[in-house]
């Protein structure tokens, strides 16, 4: 199986960004939220007395304290997102939480000398200036580290959601191509002139394939049950492109009964049809492999196409990227699409693991 | 009134036929398979009005109206689309005539009653710029001794500026276009690339640039006898470029 270039074919969507947007006010919303709540944490922590009351005071100064240091570092972090994110995950989070126990430092430092110069005495400890700053900055860089975390996972879970449900609606829109269906009136209303037979096959053919389209069960199908809707579809663009369209067949060795999302394939054939044998004067042949090997079912669809320096059409590409992401839902890893553009042919190879 | 079909549907061509042939005062004098034959047959044919599918291998409907709408004298294009809201909406802002699949015998008739005659290549280019994102041709028209002559923009292997004409070079001989070079340059980025003021070449025709005696460079293109040209001005560039290559 040929895989050469696949620059047409990046993966569909980024990695979530772990460094969100410090500067958004969700998040920094997010971000005050958090401080206030470490600061209760820490004031109601029990000491040695069992648990901790505080004063009024004390609850305004270390909120005050925190405010300061969560502003500051979410700043900071926000200011400094695009050198960060180029560095990379690892190294780049370890800065960042360095730079908020540095920001934290600083800030206590700061806090730590301004109480003193007022003699409000309110933050000031007995136990001096180098014990509250290394507490602070321990503390925030703990917390940032949290943080992070969190919003570095819930984006990751709404970038998730996002590609479900956007793959939910292309699914229900590769289904009811109107292009399709309008097609294959125009074609119908030409043949009930010319062969009336032909064009009652073709009605049949096409409320099968909108039956199945329209999902009355919209459950998994049957590899067999996808194959077949494949046949029914081929038969009524073989009407429409006549001698031009030449399917090769080679299927009989695949498991039928493999459960699989429905029209998993057909929107590739139809790929093929559309960007491939429609677009060429001469026409040509799609070729429809599937074998097994080992474990892993193999499908390749593959297809001349016009040898032009232009792109790929984007409507192709948003139908693979849709396919490849339903295969990662339905299989996980051992499920795996690939497109193979070459000079004058089309590729797509689908691997399904056995269950 | 002298009709010609365009689709590459055996059977959309077949409907409509039989649907014109029904009509008085109503002639088809042929019918084309792609973009490219409807073009030439709308000129050889001296079709008055054409019928055409936009969707079509070769040449998409689009651009070959944009090519029909220099011919004189003009013939009237309406196109013909199976579905696409977009499309029909492009369609209304620039003032083109559309029919929508299956097409009924009332608007065919109703169409072909009003068609318009003098639709500019600019209103049809705006309309496939805002359906395809993309105004780029796959051919060159140009005329030879009075005639339309199409030129596949992918068999060009360079342009030359020459008076107020482009000379176009392919592996059939040299035409000209009205186009500039300039214009050209800017349609086709990526397939074309300027050597010297008044020259541009196809990227992947390139086969070497060599020094010569009095210090000028030339390139060398696959498939062409002589040497081009290199000035000065475009040689770093073209340096990278061959490297890539």
């Known amino acids: 199986m040929p895989t050469g270039s696949k620059s047409a074919f990046s993966l569909p969507t980024d990695p979530a960004p772990w460094l969100p947007e410090f500067c958004a006010l969700p998040v920094l919303g997010a971000v005050l939220l958090m401080a206030q709540m470490v600061v209760l944490v820490v004031l109601l922590a029990p000491g040695p007395q069992g648990l901790a009351w505080f004063s009024l005071q004390q609850f305004a100064a270390g909120s005050f304290l925190a405010y300061l240091v969560a502003l500051s570092a979410a700043l900071l972090l926000c200011l400094l997102r695009t050198p960060l994110l180029r560095i990379g995950p690892v190294v780049g989070a370890m800065l960042a939480l360095l730079l908020v126990a540095l920001v934290a430092a600083g800030i206590s430092a700061l806090v730590f000398w301004l109480d003193f110069a007022l003699e409000t005495r309110v933050a000031v400890r007995h136990d001096g200036i180098g014990r509250m700053v290394l507490e602070t900055s321990l503390l925030s860089g703990l917390v940032a580290a949290g943080a992070l975390r969190y919003f570095y996972v819930r984006e990751q879970w709404s970038a998730q959601v996002e590609v479900q449900a956007r793959s939910q609606m292309d699914a229900l829109q590769a289904r009811i191509n109107p292009h399709f269906l309008f097609n294959s009136m125009n074609t119908i209303a030409s043949l009930i002139q010319i062969d009336p037979d032909l064009a009652e096959r073709a009605v049949e053919d096409l409320s099968d394939l909108f039956r199945a389209a329209l999902g009355t069960r919209p459950g998994p199908t049957s590899l067999g049950g996808e194959i077949e809707l494949i046949r029914r579809y081929l038969a009524i663009e073989q009407l429409r492109l006549g001698p031009r369209l030449k399917v090769d067949w080679d299927v009989d060795s695949l498991p039928q009964q493999l459960e699989i999302p429905p029209l998993l394939l057909q929107p590739l054939v139809e790929n093929a049809i559309l960007h491939g044998i429609q677009a060429l004067p001469e026409g040509g042949t799609v070729a429809i492999h599937g074998h097994v090997t080992g474990r892993i079912v193999q499908i390749v669809i593959r297809n001349p196409r016009p040898r032009v320096a232009f792109d790929e059409p984007t409507s192709n590409r948003h139908a693979v990227d849709n396919i490849r992401q339903r295969i990662a839902f339905h299989f996980g890893e051992r499920g795996a699409l690939e497109a193979d553009a070459g000079e004058g042919y089309y590729a797509c190879t689908v691997r399904l693991p056995l269950p | ?245």
């Open chain 2, 1 to 245: 009134m002298k009709v010609l079909i365009a689709d590459d549907e055996h059977l959309a061509r077949a409907r409509l036929r039989t649907l014109l042939e029904a009509l008085p005062d109503i002639e088809v004098v042929g019918e084309a398979s792609d973009g490219r034959d409807a073009v030439l047959k709308a000129q050889s044919l001296g079709a008055e009005t054409l019928l055409l599918d936009i969707r079509m291998p070769v040449m998409d409907g689009l651009e070959a109206a944009q090519h029909i709408a220099t011919l004189d004298p003009q013939p009237a294009v309406i196109f013909c689309t199976a579905y696409d809201q977009y499309a029909v909406s492009a369609f209304e802002a620039q003032a083109l005539d559309y029919l929508v699949k299956p097409i009924r015998r009332e608007r065919l008739i109703e169409a072909l009653s009003r068609a318009r005659r003098f639709v500019k290549p600019a209103q049809i280019e705006q309309t496939r710029e805002t359906l395809d994102g993309d105004r780029r041709r796959t051919h060159l028209c140009a005329r030879l001794r009075g005639n339309l002559h199409l030129v596949p923009v992918n068999e060009i292997s360079h342009l030359q500026a020459e008076d107020k004409y482009v000379v176009v070079n392919y592996p059939g001989g040299a035409v000209l276009v009205e186009d500039t070079l300039k214009s050209l340059e800017a349609e086709f980025p990526d397939l074309f690339v300027r050597i010297h003021r008044n020259c541009l070449v196809a990227r992947d025709r390139i086969r070497a640039l060599k020094r010569q005696p009095d210090g000028g460079v030339v390139a060398e293109l696959e498939r062409v006898e002589g040497e081009l040209e290199v000035s000065r001005r475009n040689l770093p560039g073209l340096r990278k470029l061959v490297k890539k290559l």
